[in-house]
């Protein structure tokens, strides 16, 4: 795995006994906000089980997940974000992130951080069909620590783009390895290296 600027890796006892509901470490807690991808994320994928362990937790709720339109989803965030405020962190995946980039470009500093994980190539074979709206959105700095974690089999993305798409974005870029599209299909469960990412990233919002 590829490591990030920044970023303190490590999985020791004393850390993870620390952990509260949202898996980041006690004193470190931000709401989350769950940006899915199309479709959303069932109830065995990592985003939702993160939900599931916190009340505190919130997802976005777009009327046209299958067939994704961009505003829709702009607007989603708009809703979710406005009853959270500045401390929260946009936690997306794969064409959740386009969505939560947009967002952040359109709303500067309106939140504290972004986790974005396994970013779609817009113009890859891969990308969904019912996503054309997305297809047009032009990565540009988001403005906030944001992190970008991708793999090296990912049918959706070839790392060399998503690295490219993290550059763009101002983000940190982590290549975690063979995990495919991280998610339910990559059997990654409750995703225990995800938390751990997620607190360097907290960290790096609150200045530590």
């Known amino acids: 795995m590829g490591s990030a600027p920044g970023y303190i890796g490590g999985r020791e006892r004393d850390r993870h006994e620390a952990r509260d509901a949202t898996g980041t ?3 470190a807690q931000m709401r989350l906000t769950i940006v899915p991808g199309i ?3 069932d109830s065995a ?3 939702s089980l993160w939900q599931a362990r916190d009340a505190t937790v919130q997802r976005i709720a777009p009327s046209s997940w299958d067939a994704p339109e961009l505003d829709d989803w702009l607007q989603a965030l708009d809703v979710v974000v406005a009853d959270r405020g500045f401390d929260t962190v946009l936690v997306a995946h ?3 992130t386009l969505a939560a980039a947009e967002w952040l470009a359109r709303n500067p500093g309106s939140v504290a951080g972004a986790l974005l994980v396994a970013p779609p190539d817009r113009f890859g074979a891969e990308f969904p069909a019912a996503a054309p709206s997305f297809r047009g959105i032009e990565p540009v700095p988001l403005g906030v620590p944001a992190l970008v974690v991708a793999s090296d089999d990912d049918h959706y993305c070839t790392i060399d ?3 490219q798409l993290a550059q763009a974005w101002g983000a940190e870029f982590v290549n975690i390895g063979s995990a495919g599209h991280i998610n339910v299909a990559s059997n990654l469960g409750d995703w225990a290296e995800g938390h751990t990412l997620l607190d360097g990233l907290i960290r790096r919002v609150r200045g530590a």
């Open 25 to 27: 470490e006690s004193g």
């Open 39 to 41: 479709g959303g994320s």
């Open 45 to 47: 994928h990592w985003q």
């Open 94 to 96: 794969s064409l959740g």
């Open 161 to 163: 783009v998503a690295g």
